[in-house]
């Protein structure tokens, strides 16, 4: 059964249906397949399923792929599989998820095996593994024709940031950013931590003006104000765009360890504080303790052990977690 990303993504939201079986989603668009990614996501926690992800290297890595579907089985768990690459299951890959397919429709398995590629030409198409998801699963379209489906989907997206647009703004950004999906999320993004009420023409041309994109530097000044919520979006903006996570490391642990030298006395000035963010520092030096700065810059130890691979933990969930505690928060207080 072949669907469009438009029609089935906002189903996604709906944790009663519970996702199994065979899924394909083929774009071009890189942001499109993070989209549904994170879509199946909330669903995929919401009935929780364990989440993993498998990158083929060749058609043998299809092998894992079943072997994981097979042990599952044994368990009362459901999990969620994520495949990435372009490598085809040989034919008896195809068998083995043919049977995975029939369990899957008749309540037997509770699995899902989402595949992401890129597009599918009509060659592609024709062939035996994409023909297997479309008559026994689910092949989602993530491709976008013309700009009213640009549009389409970036009003779902600017509904769940919670922003609103003239219609005449509409016409503005959708012009600014022709055919660029991601310039136009990013503008999204960006008037979902400024704006108040309908966005305007003067108010977007503004924020075109400015530049659509988050920096390091953007996320300091959210630690510094204490706002984690804001911090957290733009953690989650540099992640999807594909920043550093050690850049974003050194953002936190630059300020963490400004913070611990003025607790011990040291000129702001000689540390390499702005004079017009002085009295910020000063007053977060007042206000973090000395086991909440301990804390951090030993979380940042952590967090670089992870990056380099060294250890289970996930060095983007361990820089929310510094986040939560630059900022002396438990819990994230609803947008």
């Not at 005449?168 to 704006?195: F, G, I, K, P």
């Not at 700065?293 to 060294?310: M, P």
Request: charged share 20%.
């Amino acid at each position: 059964m072949q669907q469009r990303f438009l029609a089935i993504y906002p189903t996604l939201a709906q944790p009663q249906t519970v996702l199994t079986g065979l899924w394909l989603v083929h774009s071009d668009e890189e942001l499109l397949l993070q989209w549904l990614v994170d879509g199946c996501r909330a669903n995929w926690q919401a009935n929780r399923q364990i989440i993993k992800r498998i990158e083929l290297t060749g058609s043998k890595s299809w092998q894992a792929v079943i072997a994981e579907l097979s042990a599952l089985s044994l368990f009362a768990e459901s999990t969620a599989i994520i495949v990435t690459g372009k490598h085809k299951p040989d034919d008896d890959t195809l068998s083995a998820l043919h049977a995975f397919a029939d369990d899957a429709k008749a309540g037997n398995t509770a699995h899902h095996l989402l595949w992401l590629l890129p597009k599918q030409d009509k060659k592609a198409q024709n062939s035996k593994a994409f023909k297997l998801f479309d008559t026994q699963g689910t092949v989602i379209d993530g491709n976008i024709s013309g700009e009213n489906q640009r549009q389409q989907l970036l009003t779902i997206k600017a509904d769940e940031l919670g922003v609103k647009l003239h219609p005449s703004a509409w016409q503005v950004l959708m012009a600014h950013t022709e055919n660029d999906l991601l310039s136009a999320y990013q503008t999204l993004w960006r008037l979902s931590l400024v704006a108040d009420g309908v966005v305007d023409v003067p108010q977007l041309q503004t924020l075109l003006a400015d530049g659509g994109s988050f920096t390091v530097f953007d996320l300091s000044d959210a630690l510094l104000l204490g706002d984690a919520n804001t911090a957290l979006k733009i953690i989650h903006h540099l992640k999807h765009h594909d920043t550093a996570a050690s850049i974003v490391l050194w953002a936190i642990l630059k300020d963490a360890r400004i913070i611990a030298a003025m607790k011990q006395g040291s000129d702001p000035l000689t540390l390499g504080v702005w004079r017009n963010k002085i009295t910020t520092y000063q007053r977060l030096t007042r206000q973090l303790s000395p086991q909440a700065i301990s804390q951090l810059l030993a979380l940042g130890y952590d967090i670089d052990k992870a990056i380099k691979g060294l250890g289970d933990d996930n060095a983007w969930r361990l820089l929310e977690q510094a986040v939560l505690i630059f900022c002396q928060k438990s819990t994230i207080s609803p947008a």
